[in-house]
């Protein structure tokens, strides 16, 4: 039997990048075909730019769209994605960018470490993962960022922020969905603490990130800051294991 992959993809002002996206996963899918039942979730946002209807017009099958009234933020995003997927029976959850750095053409060595583990992450920081095109700064950003959350919250993984990951029909069922708590890109920490403390299989595979040449990055120094605060948090008050 084929297993139902979810290939989830949040976006917001996103016309310039994601139909080049969409057609190089058209290609991945159907290489994949024979193992994988691949259809992909369009979460949008209520884009200015048109994101949406782009996509609408583009007719790309198994791509779907699930319109959202204003900007909410990536974790809740994220989590529409997966209670979409949930009520539709699927059993593996991809998280992507739409702006062109997460490779399409890497997604079948995630979905391959996924048959023995619950979570994959995309790892830019460890043998045979890389970066192209990011400033010092921004390097120095995302390591350090990592390090301090792998630190103090006691984690052995080397890219909590990475944003390419696939997660287990399982995993989600596990950690109750409900109680992730982040808005930004601290939520791909959370989900990695949440997986870890119920005690599930977490594996790591180099990726190649490459910086978008379209539109404008989300990231910001709120977003930072809101990671930092809540890997904090997390640290001192303690986690809730579910294992």
Not at 147 to 171: E, F, K, M, N, Q
Not at 194 to 208: E, M
Request: proline share 3%; charged share 25%.
């Amino acid at each position: 039997m084929l297993r139902r992959v979810l290939v989830c993809i949040p976006t917001y002002n996103e016309s310039a990048n994601i139909l080049e996206i969409l057609e190089r996963f058209s290609i991945v899918i159907q290489e994949l075909s024979s193992a994988y039942e691949i259809s992909i979730l369009i979460i949008d946002d209520n884009s200015p730019d048109g994101t949406a209807d782009s996509v609408e017009k583009a007719n790309f099958s198994r791509v779907h769209i699930l319109s959202r009234s204003e900007k909410l933020g990536l974790g809740p995003a994220y989590l529409a994605g997966f209670s979409w997927g949930l009520e539709r029976d699927f059993q593996y959850f991809v998280e992507c960018d739409a702006d062109g750095s997460h490779q399409p053409e890497e997604l079948s060595v995630l979905l391959g470490a996924s048959d023995i583990s619950e979570l994959v992450i995309g790892t830019r920081w460890m043998d045979g993962g890389s970066v192209l095109h990011w400033p010092i700064h921004r390097k120095a950003i995302s390591r350090i960022g990592t390090w301090y959350a792998r630190t103090i919250l006691h984690l052995p993984y080397r890219d909590l922020t990475s944003g390419y990951r696939v997660i287990s029909r399982l995993a989600l069922e596990r950690i109750h969905l409900s109680e992730v708590q982040t808005l930004g890109y601290g939520f791909q920490i959370e989900m990695a603490m949440r997986i870890h403390d119920a005690g599930l299989s977490i594996a790591q595979v180099p990726i190649t990130f490459i910086e978008r040449t379209h539109g404008e990055s989300k990231m910001s120094k709120r977003i930072v800051l809101e990671a930092l605060i809540q890997t904090t948090r997390w640290a001192f008050q303690g986690r809730k294991k579910t294992r």
